[in-house]
């Protein structure tokens, strides 16, 4: 045989091996999806499923209690849950600021973006920094419009007016001089009590939207090696955005029954999606371009208020307030606490590809 026939003939001995090579290796190394395949998945999912709820139930209700019940124990003084309550906040602040930056814009950017959908429309402007932008702008006017009208009405409110000969209009004035701070006291505590309820309000309205499409995503999923590291993962997200959530909820000093509504309202939240995402996964598609723009367009909301709430309302309203100056211990601690909530929420990204 000459050289050049079993060169050739090596050629194509190879080249008929290497085929089918080529074309496995696109495939996974797991059986084809047949009947029994796809029935098996599906059960594993569902177990996992299930325990995602119940984990993500119980991290969830547990970080939101825990500022809370922090608040009620006796066992703290008033300087030292002061401080705590610092510490709580700037973690929490944290932990929402990387959840906007890190967990939900990129996802958001990645929805509107996709070559699922007209890349002249789609494609041509960044569509999911705009609109973090503009919702980050109607959450500054929001806040903004309520604050003054809430001023406004507090300036209208009728001041008592004393009647009667001199000195009881003279000894009027001065009752009305001497209790004069007291009022404005009053007025600006109560100015700031209203602003920790818009805020925590807000804050919680922007926490519940992703909560929503997050458990929607997971409840879609039907491999289950996809659900295992999510359910540490959100289990851990969830509780840490319950923290920050569970610190603004205490500052507002709501009745117990409008705290009960908001706890239940974000614990249940993320179940919720889960099972919604249960119910329409047969016929969900992700990848279709109206799941994509929906996704895309709450997701890019959602960022911009928690953006706008971790700097403006939490970090900027703590980190200027005059006692973190006077102690340069408190200071550190809070500058760290920012850091390790932000941390978290970032590794918890990496880990659980969130």
């Known amino acids: 045989m000459s050289p050049q026939l079993f060169l050739l003939l090596k050629i194509t001995t190879l080249s008929i091996l290497v085929q089918p090579t080529l074309i496995l290796a696109n495939c996974t190394c797991e059986p084809q999806d047949n009947k029994y395949n796809h029935q098996t998945k599906h059960k594993a999912a569902l177990s996992y499923k299930l325990i995602a709820i119940s984990s993500i139930l119980c991290s969830s209700a547990l970080g939101v209690i825990l500022p809370i019940l922090l608040k009620n124990f006796k066992s703290l003084q008033k300087n030292d849950y002061s401080s705590l309550q610092f510490l709580i906040k700037a973690f929490a602040a944290g932990v929402i600021l990387a959840t906007g930056f890190i967990h939900i814009l990129p996802d958001a950017f990645e929805s509107l973006t996709s070559p699922c959908l007209s890349e002249n429309l789609w494609g041509s402007f960044p569509f999911a920094g705009f609109v973090a932008m503009m919702s980050a702008i109607f959450t500054l006017m929001m806040e903004s419009f309520a604050t003054g009208y809430h001023r406004r009405a507090e300036l209208r409110k009728a001041q008592p007016v004393n009647i009667g000969d001199d000195d009881e209009q003279g000894q009027g004035q001065d009752e ?13 505590d109560s100015s700031s009590l209203m602003r920790h309820r818009l805020i925590s309000q807000v804050l919680e309205l922007g926490i519940l939207v992703h909560s929503v499409i997050i458990g929607i995503s997971l409840g879609t999923t039907e491999n289950p090696k996809t659900i295992k590291p999510l359910i540490i993962a ?14 603004c909820i205490s500052q507002a000093k709501y009745k117990a029954r409008t705290i009960i509504i ?25 990848q279709s371009s109206t799941a994509l723009i929906v ?3 709450l997701n890019s909301a959602s960022a911009g208020i928690l953006i706008y ?7 900027a309203t703590d980190f ?35």
């Open 176 to 188: 009305h001089i001497a209790h004069g701070p007291q009022i404005l006291l009053e007025r600006s």
């Open 262 to 286: 908001m706890v239940l309202f974000f614990t249940v939240t993320t179940p919720s999606g889960i099972a919604i995402g249960m119910m329409i996964s047969k016929g969900y598609n992700e």
């Open 320 to 354: 200027m307030d005059p006692k973190l100056y006077t102690s340069f211990k408190l200071q550190i601690s809070a500058n760290v606490s920012l850091v390790l909530g932000a941390a978290c929420m970032s590794l918890l990204a990496k880990w659980g590809g969130t």
């Open 234 to 247: 959100l289990s851990f997200h969830q509780f840490f955005e319950g923290m920050g959530l569970g610190g």
């Open 309 to 315: 709430m971790a700097l403006v309302d939490l970090l």
């Open 295 to 297: 996704q895309g367009v």
